[in-house]
């Protein structure tokens, strides 16, 4: 069988993501193919014309990007968008592609497709921007699909239907996909082969199975040891020190060299496997048995609709639906949830960004809500975020040093000398160099810009960071370094810790006790272990079945929910979650179940738990 896509001894210069967009064709001026072919059908795509190119780009090759904010273009509706791709290579008009854009926008999970498909993209979460852009690609069946981090920003529900439309589509079109993912749970999941890159080059290469059994490039054996493991809570993870190499000062012979525990002589050769050189002696800190430091009771947030000429209110988007909890002093609270479940509200709103419908917090019997502007100040130097979108929360105009360093100046935190330390300290930490600090944002892949923002959040040693998906666009890798360090931080100073994430494994490797959210209401909550070993709510149950484990061989049975995320705006009486339950009864319709302890320190809103 020939190849569909053929890619030999591509280079690139002065691009961050030269790779894929090589393929594509999609370089910026600053970036250009040196040398090499990319064959698509046996065609040179490097010499082709750029009328002819168009032709191919979008119809035969399609691509999901991984940042979907700046690749949707803010002045057009989503609608719009999915549709002129349509139109553009299917030759329909204007009405048939906003049909088949709704259509897309339904089969990836967006609740209410109509309506979405004529908001913009600043008025969709980061989840659903994502979704977007995968009905973008989707739309007009393409042979190739280049899926690049396609599930990044997804709760595994959503990713569980993602992957499953991806695979449907291959199978019923004969469609292939090239994924590139740092989640190789979704590598054991969907591939047949793997390909590991390392610094702009393939280090090993193999069908998946015999890479996840054997792996022996000595970055794939860390990249596997790695990963947290659902069930498996670890004391410490695997961390491969150092950081990936400034791609403009590549070391010479092997890349992984500086970082590689195997020093061979001959490092441009094939390297012996890795021997264990980590410890897990160490163990982690129990939380403090003392008062809460933050407390939240019956927390609610509606956001308008406007309509009508006077612009008067005609319903209100439930956002968040009455969500009480407290997390210790030195404790780790997981807050785990689908995109447009809340959780990101109830970060948002903890942090005075945006105000609350109702409801009260304390942190440390303060109230958040009710503080004058001074006392606000104080309290912000002593609770930050690290938030999950963080090219919309960087300055584009602010050097990453100025950007990382301003919460010091603004606290007034010691000399200019100091600070630039502390600024250059924390860049380490966090897998990036010292020498980035006169750069600016939009130099930085998403995952860098992610770590900058975990940087910024912690210069100021606060007491409480909420943490809203910190490290979804990271590498497992470098994953592993920031779940590691924000674990060193908390046992060293005593943090405490509200962590949002959409990803069950990384929740329980932090978490001491775990709170699942749906539709704004917390439908779950008990110490992590108790929670992954014996769910009790069917939501959370579907959760933990979905999630890909990052072993081709393992296959287990999974409950993929089916129907859509209900609308916040006109959510399901009773028992929010019932439209899709797979044990609902006409009860469930009439009575809303409460949150009630169902086990010794584990609470279900579910008649039946």
């Not at 002819?52 to 691509?63: A, K, P």
């Amino acid at each position: 069988m020939s190849d569909l896509l053929r890619v030999e001894d591509l280079h690139t210069q002065f691009h961050v993501h030269g790779g894929t967009l090589s393929i594509m064709r999609l370089l910026e001026k600053n970036g250009r193919i040196t040398q090499g072919h990319v064959f698509f059908h046996g065609q040179d795509l490097v010499g082709l014309p750029d009328e002819q190119m168009q032709e191919i780009r979008g119809n035969d090759i399609s691509m999901i990007f991984q940042e979907p904010m700046t690749a949707l273009n803010p002045v057009f509706t989503v609608g719009d968008q999915i549709a002129e791709a349509v139109r553009l290579h299917q030759k329909v008009d204007r009405e048939a592609g906003l049909k088949r854009a709704i259509e897309m926008l339904r089969l990836v999970g967006i609740s209410d497709p109509k309506r979405r498909a004529g908001q913009y993209p600043h008025e969709l979460s980061g989840g659903m921007r994502q979704r977007v852009m995968i009905a973008m690609a989707l739309s007009t069946s393409p042979e190739l699909l280049i899926a690049d981090e396609p599930t990044t920003a997804l709760d595994v529900t959503i990713q569980a239907q993602i992957l499953k439309l991806m695979r449907n589509l291959k199978g019923e079109f004969g469609s292939a996909i090239l994924l590139i993912t740092h989640d190789l749970g979704v590598v054991a999941e969907m591939c047949d082969s793997v390909a590991v890159m390392y610094a702009g080059r393939i280090v090993e290469q193999a069908p998946t199975e015999e890479l996840f059994a054997s792996p022996k490039h000595p970055y794939t054996q860390g990249l596997l040891a790695s990963i947290p493991r659902l069930g498996k809570k670890q004391e410490r993870l695997h961390v491969i020190t150092g950081s990936v190499p400034n791609p403009l000062a590549v070391p010479p012979g092997c890349a992984f060299r500086p970082r590689c525990p195997v020093k061979a002589p001959r490092s441009d050769r094939d390297i012996p496997g890795l021997k264990p050189n980590g410890s897990t002696a160490e163990h982690l800190v129990a939380p403090q048995a003392n008062g809460a430091l933050l407390k939240v009771q019956d927390l609610v947030k509606f956001f308008p609709i406007k309509g009508g000429l006077l612009q008067t209110t005609v319903a209100n988007v439930r956002a968040v639906d009455g969500v009480s909890f407290e997390i210790k002093k030195g404790e780790t609270l997981g807050l785990i949830g689908e995109s447009g479940s809340g959780k990101s509200t109830v970060a948002r709103t903890i942090m005075r960004l945006i105000p609350p419908t109702s409801g009260e917090a304390w942190l440390e019997g303060r109230s958040i809500f009710k503080a004058k502007k001074k006392e606000l100040h104080e309290m912000r130097r002593e609770v930050q975020i690290i938030f999950q979108d963080p090219y919309g929360s960087l300055n584009p105009r602010m050097s990453v040093g100025e950007i990382v360093g301003e919460g010091l100046l603004v606290h007034g935190v010691g000399s200019a000398h100091e600070r630039d330390k502390i600024v250059s300290e924390l860049l380490e930490v966090v897998g990036l160099r010292g020498q980035y600090r006169g750069r600016f944002p939009h130099e930085f892949s998403g995952g860098q810009r992610q770590r900058i923002g975990i940087a910024r959040a912690l210069a100021l040693r606060p007491k409480l960071i909420i943490a809203d998906e910190p490290v979804s666009a990271l590498d497992v890798s470098i994953q592993s370094q920031i779940l590691n360090l924000l674990e060193d931080l908390q046992n060293e100073f005593d943090l405490t810790y509200l962590f949002v994430a959409h990803n069950m494994a990384v929740v329980e490797q932090v978490s001491d006790r775990i709170a699942v959210m749906y539709l704004g209401k917390i439908v779950e909550q008990a110490p992590a272990e108790q929670l992954l070993r014996s769910p009790r709510h069917p939501y959370t149950k579907a959760l933990i079945s979905v999630i890909p484990i990052p072993d081709p061989t393992v296959r287990r049975e999974q409950t993929v929910l089916s129907g859509e995320i209900p609308s916040p705006t006109n959510p399901p009486s009773g028992c929010h979650f019932r439209t899709r339950c797979p044990i609902a009864t006409d009860y469930c319709a009439e009575v809303e179940p409460p949150l009630r302890e169902v086990s010794k320190g584990q609470f279900a809103a579910c008649h039946y738990a």
